[in-house]
C-alpha cells in the first residue's frame, strides 16, 4: 500500500461560511496501480487531490478529522509511513515534487510565462537534489523531455510556455512531474482540453512511464471513456463523499450506486436515439449552401509589416446543409472548424468564395443589408461566461436583441417572450431577474441557447457547446437541442470534437483537416467505414467504455 486516506474531512471557509467539501472520503491505492476519481463538477475530486499534496490555502482551509498516510521512501531505500496532515511543512516540501507530484488540469496556469521550460524543470531538479549541478539537471531535463516525446528537446528547453502547442504543454507537464522519479502521480483532468488524437498520445506516454517505473497514479477525470482505458480501480464522488468503489470492470458493467447508473446512462452512446428526421427532398434548394469558400489570415514580418504568407484556415470549402438536418462539424484544434462557423454567420470576413442562405447570397452584402439575416441565422458559443455579459440581468440579455430586431410590441411582451424562451430550456421564468455569475455552467448554456431562440431563428451554429459540461448536463443538452429541432425545424452545424456526441446528436458529418474537408457522409456510414487515412485515425484514438 503506497498511500491509504482515511474518513478525511476537508472544510473551506467562504464568504463567511463553511463549506464541507470532503465529508469523511476514504480509499488506497497500491503501488504501480490508476486509481481513477470519477465525478461531476463540485463533487470534491480536486479538493481531494490538493489535500492529498496538501496545497490548500491554509487561510481557507482546514481539516477536521481524518488521515493522509504516505509510505515515503528515503534516499536509501528505508520506508517510512507518514501523515501527511501532521507533518512539518518542511518535511512536506521535500515530499511534494519528489515523491508525490501533481500534473495540473491547465498548464497555462501552472507553468511561468516568463522562464522557458527547461528552466522551470531544472529548478524543481535542483531544488530536490541540493547535489546536483546545471549540466546535470540540464541533461536529465533533455532526457525527460525526450522521454515525453518532446523533439529536438535540446533546443526545445530553451522555449517558453506560450510557444508550444496545447498537447506540448501538457507533455512539458508530464516531465516535470516525473523528473524526479515520483513514487505517487496526481493527475488532475490532465487531458480534458485536448484533441483526441493528442489525448490518446498522453494517455499512453502516462501508461508506458508507470510501467517503466512502478509509478502509481491518481487519475482525476469525468470521462468514462479515458477510465475505461486508464483505471485499475476507481471510486465515484458525489457531493464529497465516495459513493462506489471497486475493480473496473465491477463498477462498470455492474454499478451498484443509482448515481453510478445515472452517470453511465448519461454516456452519449446510452441515450435514448433521437427519431429519425424526415428524408430530405434532392429537389428541395439547402437552406445553407457554400461554395469555394476562403478565409485567409495575413502573416506580417519585417519593420514594415509587409503580408509574406497567409494562415488559410479555411481552404475553399464546399458545403451545403439541408433544411431541419443537424451537420456536425468534426477536426481537431486549429483545422479551421469555428473560422468556418463564424464565416458563414459572416461574423468573419471570407476572404474568397459564395456563401447563400435560404436562396440568398449574402456574402457580399454591406453590415445594414445583412442585419434581417441576423435574426435567422445565431450562434451558441462555446464558453457561455465569456459570451455573456456579467453586468446585465437575463431579462435585458433576452430582451435586447428581440428590441433590435422588432420582436415583441413592447417591453412587457418581450419580457413574457423571454419568459417563455426560458421555460422552453427548461429553466425557471423568474429567472429573468438573475445574473449570469448566479448559474452553474450547465444553466449559462442553457441561456446561451435561450439567447439563440428568442429571434427564431433557422440555422444555429453550436460551437463545442457541450466541451466543459459534465457528462449528465451534457446529456440535457444534447436532449434539449434535438427536442427543438423537432419542434421549430431548426438547422444545426454542430461543431465538436467529441465523436460520441456526433454519433448520437447528427444526421451527418463533415471531417476537416488543415482548413479542407477530407470526409463526409451520413454520421453512420462515416463511423462505422471511415475512408480517409485522418478520419480512420480520429475514430481509433476515441477513448470508449468497454465492458
Known amino acids: 500500500m503506497l498511500l491509504q486516506v482515511n474518513n478525511l474531512k476537508t472544510w473551506l471557509r467562504s464568504g463567511g461560511k463553511q463549506v464541507k467539501a470532503l465529508d469523511g472520503v476514504s480509499f488506497s491505492i497500491n503501488k504501480g496501480e490508476t486509481f481513477c476519481l470519477v465525478g461531476e463538477s463540485g463533487s470534491g475530486k480536486s479538493v481531494t487531490a490538493l489535500s492529498v499534496i496538501q496545497l490548500l490555502p491554509q487561510d481557507i482551509s482546514s481539516h477536521p478529522a481524518g488521515e493522509i498516510l504516505f509510505d515515503y521512501r528515503h534516499d536509501g531505500g528505508r520506508i517510512e509511513q507518514v501523515d501527511m496532515l501532521t507533518l512539518p511543512e518542511k518535511r512536506r516540501r521535500e515530499i511534494r515534487g519528489a515523491r508525490i507530484a501533481m500534473i495540473f488540469q491547465e498548464p497555462m496556469t501552472s507553468l511561468n510565462p516568463v522562464f522557458t521550460v527547461g528552466d522551470q524543470i531544472i529548478e524543481a531538479l535542483q531544488l530536490h537534489n541540493p547535489e546536483m549541478s546545471y549540466e546535470q539537471a540540464r541533461q536529465r531535463t533533455v532526457e525527460v523531455l525526450e522521454q515525453v516525446q518532446i523533439k529536438d528537446a535540446a533546443q526545445r528547453i530553451n522555449e517558453y510556455p506560450h510557444r508550444l502547442s496545447g498537447g506540448q504543454r501538457q507533455r512539458v507537464m508530464i516531465a516535470m512531474a516525473m523528473a524526479c522519479e515520483p513514487d505517487l502521480l496526481i493527475a488532475d483532468e490532465p487531458t480534458t482540453a485536448l484533441d483526441v488524437t493528442v489525448q490518446a498520445e498522453i494517455l499512453l506516454l502516462m501508461k508506458r512511464l508507470q510501467q517503466r517505473r ?77 461554395r469555394k469558400l476562403q478565409v485567409y489570415f495575413p502573416i506580417k514580418k519585417g519593420v514594415l509589416r509587409r503580408t509574406v504568407d497567409y494562415v488559410r484556415a479555411v481552404d475553399g470549402i464546399d458545403m451545403q446543409i439541408p433544411e431541419g438536418q443537424i451537420l456536425a462539424l468534426v477536426g481537431e484544434s486549429g483545422c479551421g472548424k469555428t473560422t468556418l462557423g463564424h464565416a458563414i454567420l459572416r461574423l468573419i470576413e471570407p476572404t474568397g468564395g459564395r456563401i447563400r442562405f435560404s436562396g440568398n447570397t449574402i456574402s457580399g452584402l454591406a453590415r445594414a443589408e445583412l442585419r434581417p439575416f441576423r435574426q ?74 435561450a439567447r439563440a431562440l428568442v429571434l427564431n431563428p433557422r440555422f444555429i451554429v453550436c460551437d463545442e457547446v457541450t466541451s466543459a459540461l459534465d457528462v449528465s448536463v451534457q446529456a440535457e443538452i444534447l436532449q434539449l437541442l434535438l427536442e427543438l429541432r423537432r419542434e421549430r425545424n431548426l438547422t444545426l452545424l454542430f461543431i465538436t470534437h467529441n465523436i460520441g456526441v456526433v454519433e448520437y446528436v447528427s444526421d451527418e458529418m463533415a471531417v476537416m483537416y488543415g482548413g479542407r474537408i477530407v470526409e463526409r457522409g451520413p454520421t453512420g456510414d462515416v463511423c462505422s467505414q471511415p475512408r480517409h487515412e485522418y478520419t480512420q485515425r480520429l475514430l481509433a484514438a476515441v477513448p470508449r467504455v468497454q465492458l
Do not use: C
Open 214 to 290: 512502478g509509478t502509481s497514479i491518481l487519475f482525476i477525470t469525468h470521462d468514462f471513456g479515458v477510465v475505461s482505458q486508464m483505471a485499475d480501480r476507481l471510486a465515484v464522488m458525489r457531493k464529497g463523499k465516495i459513493v462506489e468503489e471497486g475493480p473496473l470492470r465491477q463498477v462498470l458493467s455492474a454499478p451498484r450506486h443509482a448515481y453510478t447508473r445515472q452517470l453511465l446512462n448519461a454516456l452519449p452512446e446510452n441515450l435514448p436515439r433521437p427519431t429519425a428526421p424526415p428524408p430530405v427532398s434532392s429537389d428541395e434548394a439547402p437552406l445553407i449552401d457554400i
Open 376 to 449: 435567422q441565422m445565431q450562434i451558441i458559443f462555446q464558453d457561455p461566461v465569456s459570451s455573456l455579459n456579467l453586468r446585465l440581468t437575463i431579462a435585458r440579455t433576452l430582451t435586447e436583441p428581440m428590441a433590435v430586431h422588432g420582436i415583441g410590441a413592447n417591453s412587457a411582451e418581450r419580457l413574457e417572450l423571454a419568459r417563455q424562451t426560458l421555460a422552453q430550456v427548461q429553466l425557471d421564468p423568474d429567472f429573468v431577474w438573475r445574473y449570469p455569475h448566479e448559474f452553474s455552467g450547465g444553466q449559462r448554456q442553457r441561456i446561451g441557447i
